[in-house]
């Protein structure tokens, strides 16, 4: 069983779309992440969920909107993607805000 | 500002080698500090530090943390080419931040 699974693995679109990232988790946590690791392999953080509530919120474009239906998942959604969104976003859960964080296998996003 | 910084950025070493990667941090209501191993998919969980001075041991890898000092370091003693990855720590406090990650390339 995959703790943290994310999809799709790939996305490659065009600029201007909109599209969606799914992440799932297993463990039962509270708190889930989506962070985004660009070219230089920095994974800066991009939202946090605690129960269904937004707890962390950095200086990310409003294009980006996390979706959180349960406390099982957290969704990313992306409108009018641009070029500077290519990169790896990765979804993570973790039992509090405070312990060590599992992470999904990632989503490689390419927009042309 | 809270930040982790890590360094080096890079290394590249022999076979057999001993490396130390260090990780400081200056972070709000600091709890623990965690380092994390990535190769090509995600960062996998190695080690989470709550308290100074107590080294943590996996194998080859050992770590430990100085919280008077705000930093800690990774050790891999003998290092194997499949030890090649970019090794993250990270803090847990009011947020929970990664550093910049140091890039290891092991070679025979």
């Known amino acids: 069983d995959t703790a943290v699974s994310q999809t799709p693995k790939y996305l490659v679109t065009q600029m201007g779309n909109d599209k969606s990232i799914k992440c799932e988790q297993n463990l039962g946590h509270d708190t889930m992440y989506w962070y985004k690791q660009d070219s230089k392999k920095f994974l800066k953080i991009m939202f946090s969920?605690?129960?269904?509530?937004?707890?962390i919120n950095e200086t990310v474009p409003n294009r980006f909107s996390p979706k959180s239906p349960d406390k099982a998942h957290l969704n990313l959604h992306i409108n009018s993607l641009e070029l500077g969104d290519s990169a790896v976003y990765f979804c993570?859960?973790?039992?509090?805000?405070?312990?060590?964080?599992?992470f999904g296998q990632g989503t490689r996003l390419t927009v042309v | 500002e809270d930040k982790v910084v890590q360094s080096p950025l890079s290394l590249v070493v022999h076979e057999g080698d001993t490396v130390t990667l260090n990780c400081s941090y200056e972070?709000?209501?600091?709890?623990?500090l965690l380092w994390y191993k990535q190769e090509k998919k995600a960062p996998t969980f190695l080690f989470m530090l709550?308290?100074?001075?107590i080294e943590k041991k996996s194998g080859r890898l050992s770590s430990i943390l100085d919280k008077k000092e705000l930093f800690s370091i990774l050790n891999i003693t003998a290092t194997q080419t499949g030890d090649s990855a970019i090794y993250l720590c990270?803090?847990?406090?009011?947020?929970?931040?990664f550093g910049t990650g140091t890039s290891l390339t092991v070679i025979p």
């Open positions: 709550t308290s100074s001075g």
């Open positions: 969920y605690n129960n269904k509530e937004l707890i």
């Open positions: 990270a803090s847990t406090g009011n947020q929970f931040y």
């Open positions: 972070v709000t209501n600091f709890r623990s």
């Open positions: 993570a859960s973790s039992l509090t805000h405070r312990t060590e964080a599992f």
